[in-house]
């Protein structure tokens, strides 16, 4: 069979693999730890459930509008004035079969064969994915631990090119967890409006915080700013509802437009009633959200202290997220050898690196329990010190 050609320039997902592996070898009754996934182990939290659950009772089971129910629009655009100082309304928003929905509809909404999108490594694995299908060009700048695996303004504005239609921004980091501070953020926005072309700040983990360190929405910092910039954001990391699939994307009407269009003939609306799950969320108690980080912030420690205390593995601090992202270049392993050892022979899983354009580090996941991690990093470090 011939498939299209875009088929074979897109990797399959390793963080999908690895943790897929993982839990076959669990249904076979192998003591798994796995460090793989990118979701909170905690459960919805009730009041949200609540919701999507009345909503269901009262029989908002029919289609909704492509573009996402009216009342849920509203609320994400309050949302993004309180908290994050940028005056959208209703039509601004587009709500998404999860976060990377959002951001898929943006790339093929806004990226023509040949665009250039700046991505720093390491970077999430799907971003190059998405600007592949669509005929686009990934610009990949590599970012180290000296900088704290953060793009700096020098290195964006030397990678800008007459092609270059899209900057893609995370912050909180997914692999790295590390945090632009607003200093940070206020040069990379002078570098953007400068260029004139986009940003879209992916801000999944903006919840997610520790010590002090502070999530600034780079569109907040003025109107010219603001006017280039696109927000992806969603349910799954701050109220644990990776499985809910609610994501939303916000900016420039036409922009909202051509990705509410687009959808349209895709997916259509999302699930109506878990919609109104997505409204509780937002507008009802945020303890929820609270709960999880102090919790998150006491497992960050302990899998910090312990990989630290590990010879031959270098981990710098995250600020955000749930992950810590090792350098494990002194094992002599590349990011898969070292992650398929390890599975194989200790079954703790981990994430190549090299999934995230960075082979000289691996990801690990602290959204689980403590037993896991106390018992994981004990197998991690038997491994380690096999190899050095």
Not at 188 to 204: Q, T
Not at 240 to 265: C, D, F, N
Not at 364 to 384: C, H, N, P, Q
Request: overall charge neutral; hydrophobic content about 40%.
């Amino acid at each position: 069979m011939k498939l299209a050609a875009r088929v074979s320039q897109v990797t399959p997902s390793i963080t999908l693999a690895i943790a897929a592996k993982a839990k076959a070898m669990k249904a076979e009754g192998i003591d798994v730890c796995s460090f793989s996934a990118g979701e909170p182990d905690f459960d919805t939290p009730e009041h949200i459930k609540a919701a999507a659950a009345k909503a269901l009772a009262e029989g908002k089971t029919k289609y909704g509008p492509a573009a996402g129910e009216p009342k849920l629009r509203e609320a994400i655009a309050r949302k993004l004035k309180n908290d994050n100082g940028l005056d959208y309304k209703a039509e601004n928003v587009i709500v998404t079969n999860g976060g990377k929905h959002s951001l898929y509809n943006l790339i093929v909404a806004l990226i023509d064969p040949g665009d250039e999108v700046i991505i720093p490594a390491p970077y999430w694995l799907s971003y190059p994915e998405m600007v592949t299908l669509v005929g686009g060009k990934s610009v990949i700048v590599p970012t180290d631990a000296s900088t704290g695996y953060k793009i700096t303004p020098e290195q964006l504005k030397k990678a800008i090119t007459p092609k270059t239609k899209l900057f893609v921004l995370n912050s909180p980091s997914n692999p790295t967890g590390m945090v632009y501070t607003p200093e940070e953020i206020k040069a990379l926005a002078k570098v953007v409006v400068d260029a004139d072309i986009f940003v879209v700040s992916d801000e999944i983990y903006e919840k997610i915080l520790y010590d002090g360190a502070e999530h600034i929405s780079i569109g907040s910092l003025g109107k010219e700013i603001f006017d280039r910039t696109l927000i992806s954001n969603g349910f799954a990391k701050a109220y644990s509802m990776t499985g809910w699939r609610l994501g939303y994307l916000a900016g420039p009407v036409e922009i909202i437009k051509a990705a509410s269009s687009i959808q349209g003939h895709s997916t259509s609306n999302v699930c109506t009633f878990a919609q109104y799950g997505a409204i509780a969320a937002l507008e009802e108690s945020q303890d929820c959200v609270e709960e999880m980080r102090q919790a998150f912030a006491k497992r960050r420690q302990v899998m910090l202290d312990r990989l630290n205390a590990i010879p031959g593995l270098s981990t710098a601090k995250p600020d955000g997220a749930f992950y810590l992202f090792p350098d494990i270049s002194k094992t002599g392993l590349n990011s898969l050898e070292f992650c398929n050892a390890l599975l194989e022979e200790h079954q703790v899983a981990v994430i190549p690196g090299g999934a995230f354009g960075a082979d000289h580090n691996i990801r690990l996941s602290y959204a689980t329990d403590m037993a896991t991690i106390e018992k994981g990093m004990d197998r991690l470090e038997k491994f380690v010190r096999s190899r050095i």
